[in-house]
């Protein structure tokens, strides 16, 4: 049971970022955007890749790969229409 | 080294969305936030608060703890100044 809640927890927290990325793009009103916010989440997202990369933890890997091609989009978004 | 890469990134992770946060409040400016990227956000946070609860792990659930308070208070944020 604990281990579903964390399987789902996990990938809910890769796709997540999938709305803001294309609303980003598609509306290309980033006014709202924090970038400290997303630089500080990038960070910590390739953290959790290295992480990962290092215990050899291939569910962290993946999740962590996924969801740190989203937010570069985004952090690209806000960078092109600030 | 792996536990301190660890750390970092569960610190960074829980403190990145206060200048979201804070940048909605004191804005007002929300348009550019996806309300749905934000809802995910807040049950994928909350998934992993009761996985931690359910685990017991004490520094998952703290960090999450924390990530909630912010997350709700960007979800607020959106829901009023839309």
Redesign the interface.
């Known amino acids: 049971?604990?281990l579903y809640?964390?399987y789902?927890?996990g990938t809910?927290?890769t796709?997540?970022?999938?709305?803001?990325a294309?609303?980003?793009w598609s509306?290309r009103?980033?006014?709202?955007?924090?970038l400290?916010?997303?630089l500080?989440?990038l960070?910590?997202v390739s953290?959790?890749l290295?992480?990962g990369l290092?215990?050899g933890d291939m569910p962290l890997i993946l999740a962590n790969f996924c969801a740190l091609l989203i937010v570069i989009s985004i952090v690209l978004a806000k960078l092109k229409y600030k």
């Open positions: 049971m604990e809640i964390g789902l927890a809910m927290g796709i997540c970022w999938i709305p803001q294309w609303r980003a509306t009103d980033t006014s709202g955007l924090s400290a916010a997303n500080m989440f960070l910590t953290l959790w290295i992480y290092m215990v």
